[in-house]
Nanobody, 125 residues
Framework: QVQLVESGGGLVQAGGSLKLSCAAS????????MGWFRQAPGQEREFVAA????????DYADSVKGRFTISRDNAKNTVSLQMNSLKSEDTAVYYC??????????????????WGQGTQVTVSS
C-alpha cells in the first residue's frame, strides 16, 4: 500500500512559479511510476506529467511541456512538480498518483491505484 500527501499549492500570479511536492509512504514507491493529474471545476481529471520508477523517462501533457518539470527522489520517497510560467488555465486541484507498475498507461487515471488528497493551485491573471 502507498499513501501520498501533496503540498506546495497556493495562489500565484500569472507568469509565476510553484513547486508541488508529494511525500509517499510504502515499500513499493521506488518500484512504481508516479504521475501528476489535475482537475478544474466541472472538468474531468486530466494528465499533467509522469515519471518512470527510476526517473529515466518522463512524459508531459502538451499543455505543460516546456513549463513544468517532474522529478523524484527515491531515497526520500518524494516526487515533485516544478511549475513555471503559470497561466490562469493551470488553475486546478493537483493530485499525485502512484502507478500500478514501473511504467505504462501513464496518461490514464486507470493506470494508477493510489492517489493523494489533492492540493489547490490558483493562478490569478
Amino acid at each position: 500500500q502507498v499513501q501520498l500527501v501533496e503540498s506546495g499549492g497556493g495562489l500565484v500570479q500569472a507568469g509565476g512559479s510553484l513547486k508541488l511536492s508529494c511525500a509517499a509512504s510504502g515499500r513499493t514507491f521506488s518500484q512504481r511510476a508516479m504521475g501528476w493529474f489535475r482537475q478544474a471545476p466541472g472538468q474531468e481529471r486530466e494528465f499533467v506529467a509522469a515519471i518512470t520508477w527510476n526517473g529515466g523517462n518522463r512524459d508531459y501533457a502538451d499543455s505543460v511541456k516546456g513549463r513544468f518539470t517532474i522529478s523524484r527522489d527515491n531515497a526520500k520517497n518524494t516526487v515533485s512538480l516544478q511549475m513555471n510560467s503559470l497561466k490562469s488555465e493551470d488553475t486546478a486541484v493537483y493530485y499525485c498518483a502512484a502507478n500500478k507498475a514501473g511504467w505504462g498507461r501513464e496518461r490514464n487515471p486507470s493506470g494508477y491505484d493510489y492517489w493523494g488528497q489533492g492540493t489547490q493551485v490558483t493562478v490569478s491573471s
